[in-house]
Nanobody, 124 residues
Framework: QVQLAESGGGLVQAGGSLRLSCAAS????????MGWFRQAPGKEREFVAV????????YYADSVKGRFTISRDNAKNTVYLQMNSLKPEDAAVYYC?????????????????WGQGTQVTVTS
């Protein structure tokens, strides 16, 4: 089993930046693709970004391309989401997720483990 814990959420002004972290436990962490999802009030949970187990492949939702960057440090069992040029519509609870496999995927049903989420608030 993989256990995930997000951190780094907070309150930022539109146009600002924030970096989220996801700490993972489990000796198989490096064998999992890691993804970020978000859910705003009244909306469906949506895909944000994913990185392969090796870090060699990444995939982003169109809404965040050019603004967000996902990365991972397997030695630290941590995946990051650097968020720049934040917009009010980026406000949501952000969840870290893990899936077994070598390929990246934006499909939430393919992810096996989820963190508790961290709140990101963007003011206008």
């Amino acid at each position: 089993q993989v256990q995930l814990a997000e951190s780094g959420g907070g309150l930022v002004q539109a146009g600002g930046s924030l970096r989220l972290s996801c700490a993972a436990s489990g000796r198989t962490f490096s064998s999992y693709a890691m993804g970020w999802f978000r859910q705003a009030p009244g909306k469906e949970r949506e895909f944000v970004a994913v990185i392969s187990w090796s870090g060699g492949s990444t995939y982003y939702a169109d809404s965040v391309k050019g603004r967000f960057t996902i990365s991972r440090d397997n030695a630290k069992n941590t995946v990051y989401l650097q968020m720049n040029s934040l917009k009010p519509e980026d406000a949501a609870v952000y969840y870290c997720a893990a899936r077994s496999g070598l390929l990246v995927s934006p499909m939430k049903h393919e992810y096996d483990y989820w963190g508790q989420g961290t709140q990101v608030t963007v003011t206008s």
